[in-house]
């Protein structure tokens, strides 16, 4: 088991059932802080979603990233009806508290937040509109948060087959991953600003990339984020000094099952068909494999078949 051997987490986040790498809450708030402004963020997606969403005629849509429901929020905003899941409580505070401050606009008064495990997808507390979801979401690089410890990506299989099950028929899953095939080659992650992260430089100061190999195969890249975040300081030497910020840094590591493009279009065509409708993006414009400038995400749309 890799994580015997390879820590693969932060001191005190969990470690049964679905690996909640936010389980200690500190992550959840600097990972705030690393995201930035989240309008900023959206705005590199938000009309590509919701023109992709509307070209397959959805309406009902299953988040199963929450998180702290940016991606959810986006939509709300655009007209869907969203229910949302996530395994991390810490993660879905957020989320509560967003809906809770917007409760009397309609669509964040009918928001269905519920806690939820990829791996038992059917017991999560929420009810499948008609024959499923017209759309199930899985973004943010959130995927490859499930590890791979037996080397059979059987979770893997399991989880994608769940996405599958709660889509009506002709429904997409729309779903991403870091471009890995990138870190593999170069040993390190591009520390670019990105169509996902839009934090001050001030902010971050270094991620520090570890690729870890068994039996030759890459199986684990882990992150150690060191972040700072502002606190205010006070001095007894100036009154000026009372409202003065300082970095306060912050490290958590995060660890992601290292998912490469070639590789996972194979795994989702095992759950889908080889013959499904499946389009692949990068950083949301067409995917080009020839291209000069490798993306930063990759970002799979893929249909179940209608029969």
């Known amino acids: 088991m890799v994580d015997s051997i390879y820590r693969t987490r932060s ?21 705030q802080s690393y995201i ?59 989320a509560l508290k967003t809906r809770w401050q917007r409760r009397k606009e309609d669509a964040f008064d009918k928001w269905v937040i519920e806690e939820g495990n990829w791996l038992a997808l059917s017991e999560a ?4 509109p008609g024959s499923g979801f017209d759309a199930v979401i899985c973004l943010g690089n959130s ?10 990506q059987a979770d893997q299989k399991l989880a994608l087959s769940n996405f599958y099950d709660i ?35 001030t902010l971050l100061r270094d991620i520090q990339t570890s690729v870890l190999y068994v039996n030759g195969k890459p199986t684990m890249v882990t992150l150690d984020y060191i972040i700072g975040t502002e606190k205010s300081t006070c001095s007894s030497d ?33 759950t889908f068909g080889s013959d499904a409708n499946h389009e ?14 490798p993306p930063f995400f990759f970002i799979h749309v893929i249909q179940k078949p209608s029969k």
């Open 238 to 270: 100036k009154a000026s000094d009372s409202n003065r910020k300082e970095p306060d840094p912050s490290k958590f590591r995060l660890s992601y099952y290292p998912h490469q493009v070639d590789n996972f279009t194979a795994l989702l065509h095992d």
């Open 167 to 201: 889509l009506k028929p002709g429904g997409i899953l729309i779903i991403d991953h870091r471009n890995y095939d990138e870190i593999i080659k170069t040993g390190k992650l591009s520390q670019s600003k990105n169509i996902y992260y839009n934090s001050k430089d």
């Open 36 to 94: 930035g402004d989240t309008s900023t963020r959206t705005a590199h997606y938000r009309h590509w979603m919701k023109d992709l969403l509307k070209s397959y005629d959805v309406d009902t849509v299953l988040d199963v990233a929450c998180g702290t429901g940016i991606d959810s929020i986006v939509l709300l905003e655009e007209g869907f009806s969203l229910t949302s899941i996530d395994a991390s409580d810490k993660m879905l505070k957020h």
């Open 143 to 152: 995927f490859p948060h499930l590890p791979d410890f037996r080397g059979d």
């Open 11 to 31: 001191l005190g986040v969990g470690a049964t059932g679905l690996k909640d790498q936010y389980a200690d809450g500190k992550a959840a708030r600097v990972w």
């Open 280 to 293: 692949i993006f990068g950083d949301f414009k067409p995917y080009v494999k020839e291209s000069s400038e």
């Open 125 to 128: 507390d929420i009810e499948i």
